[in-house]
Each structure stands twice: as C-alpha cells, then as structure tokens.
C-alpha cells in the first residue's frame, strides 16, 4: 500500500512538472555581423559608403504562430517569419531603420524559430555611432516581453 502511494505521488509529479516545460518568450541574439555585400538569388547588393548588419537569431514562444502549417515545412517557416519580423526594429543613433532583407527560420517547430536572419544598411564608419536591436514580445504574443541589444 505504502509503495503504490509512493508510485502515485511520483506518477502525478512527474504529470505537474511536464505541464511546466512551456518555454518562456525570448529572443536569442546568436550572432552579428558586418558585411560588404549581399548575394541574393544571383543578385548582390552593395551599398556605396555601407554596410550591411547580418544579425541572426532563435525566437522562442509559448504558441504556434502558423498553426495551420504542417511544423517545419517551407509555408511554415515563411508564416512565422512574417509573423515575427513585425516586432524587430533596428535604431542608429535613435532613428529607426527598415530591414533590407531577411532568411526565414532554417529550423521551425510549433514554439521556436531557430537561425533567422535579418539585414540592416548601417553606416560604414560607426564609431560614434550607437546601435541598437529591439523587438516587441507582443508579435511573439507577451506585451511584457521586450529584448534589447547593443551592438559594438
């Protein structure tokens, strides 16, 4: 009697502590880059006196935010790049910049996108420059979720 409680106990533990492995919204700046050119489907583009920012990033949220796409299919990751593109903003000395292009997700499942890349025209000599990447949690559903990220 006693071991069948114990069994119980462990079986309902194990039952609460996997309803918690929701992961909590975040975006994960994995790495920057300044680059002279851009090849894109045989095109390049380079932009006199600039550069362009490669910023690549995982997204993490608690829903799907392309439920009516099979996971990781190529409809998939382009819903959710539309999805999340929306919160991003890139801001040189405090004036907001348009992205120029972006990659969807390499790799997408129903509550991450992983290895989305994003890019920015950004001034060659930078060093008085401040800039910073900011996105809105709300695109990723959390309106107290905000991520910054200076980059030097």
Not at 11 to 28: K, M, Q, S, W, Y
Not at 37 to 61: Q, W
Not at 122 to 130: A, I, L
Request: charged share 25%.
């Amino acid at each position: 009697m006693k071991k069948s409680f114990v069994y119980l106990l462990l079986f309902n533990l194990i039952i609460l502590l996997a309803g918690c492995t929701h992961r909590a919204p975040e975006v994960v700046m994995k790495s920057f880059e300044f680059i002279d050119r851009l090849a894109v489907n045989g095109v390049t583009y380079v932009y006199k006196g600039r550069e362009i920012l490669s910023l690549e990033m995982d997204f993490y949220f608690k829903e799907n935010l392309a439920p009516n796409f099979e996971v990781n299919t190529k409809e998939h990751r382009a819903q959710i790049y539309k999805r999340i593109i929306g919160g991003a903003k890139l801001y040189i000395d405090g004036e907001e910049k348009d992205s120029i292009y972006g990659y969807w997700p390499e790799k997408s499942g129903e509550t991450y996108a992983k290895s989305m890349t994003i890019f920015y025209v950004v001034p060659k000599d930078r060093t008085k420059s401040v800039i910073k990447f900011s996105y809105d949690g709300a695109f990723l559903g959390y309106t107290d979720y905000h991520f910054d990220y200076i980059i030097k």
